[in-house]
């Protein structure tokens, strides 16, 4: 069975946006041996900070200070922030030697005005979501699991229909819900897809702890390629993940990562700089 753990994230561009107008969206797909793997992986870790491994951890730890003020664990928070570039880099490390695959969909919205990005957001997640899709539906044709399960996270306010709607319209009918592109991987339930994608809260699953990671990391050399960041931290560690990118190493943009639009200022940047990720 191969299981994908995918999860999101978002930034402003370097064009003016008055909210932020890239949308970064996926993570791992990864069969059951390797699931068990990542599961040590990340259990060892926490266990240096902790005697319960069950604490969430993410890219950005000062998103889960509520969290841990709520459960009495600041002491614990407090620690992990602190030491949070040597477990981030601990963790990829080991994930190196496991066996899974990158699919990650980057999106630049066609706007800067914050009324627009709001209004066509659930559009944004649809497609990023659908475009990402794709690229697992092709995946899994050639690895031919008996089995494919989607695994996202909860999204914000329980708004999942970009998800499910898509998912539908992808695993009966091979074609985007608009209706717009046909999936070239054509329908899910040919390939052994489950018939719906399941839900559930990143701080209680170590697997969307693991893609939040690749994922930050991943925001973070978009930021870098767009010179919003001279901190290469989040490069530097997608550097040593070259190898599990889909489509490595010579067709990582395409299938390992996707960039839209596939033209222009963002698409150029951005290819940049995965081109240097094998150097």
């Not at 949308?23 to 599961?39: P, S």
Request: charged share 25%; aromatic share 12%.
């Amino acid at each position: 069975m191969i299981h994908w753990y995918a999860d999101n994230s978002e930034l402003c561009g370097i064009w003016r946006a008055e909210i932020p107008d890239i949308l970064v969206f996926g993570g791992i797909a990864v069969d059951d041996n390797g699931r068990k793997e990542l599961q040590r992986v990340i259990k060892e870790i926490k266990l240096n900070y902790n005697s319960d491994s069950n604490i969430p951890i993410k890219w950005n730890l000062r998103d889960l200070e509520r969290y841990y003020i709520d459960h009495n664990l600041i002491k614990i928070y407090s620690k992990l922030l602190q030491d949070s570039k040597t477990w981030r880099s601990e963790i990829i490390r080991k994930l190196a030697s496991i066996d899974f695959k990158i699919i990650i969909s980057l999106l630049l919205c066609h706007g800067t005005n914050r009324d627009f990005l709001k209004k066509t957001r659930r559009e944004v997640i649809r497609f990023s979501f659908s475009d990402a899709l794709m690229r697992l539906g092709y995946y899994v044709k050639g690895v031919i699991p008996t089995e494919i399960e989607v695994i996202l996270d909860w999204p914000a306010g329980n708004k999942k229909d970009p998800f499910t709607i898509e998912y539908n319209s992808a695993y009966y009918y091979g074609e985007t819900a608009d209706h717009h592109i046909a999936y070239y991987c054509k329908s899910l339930n040919n390939l052994g897809f489950c018939d719906s994608p399941y839900f559930t809260s990143m701080n209680e699953c170590s697997l969307l702890q693991i893609s939040d990671l690749i994922v930050g990391a991943t925001r973070e050399m978009v930021e870098l390629s767009l010179n919003k960041r001279d901190d290469s931290f989040g490069f530097s560690l997608l550097k040593k993940l070259k190898d599990k990118f889909y489509g490595a190493p010579n067709n990582i943009i395409g299938r390992g990562i996707s960039i839209s639009p596939t033209k222009g200022e963002f698409f150029d940047k951005v290819s940049n700089i995965i081109s240097k990720l094998k150097d």
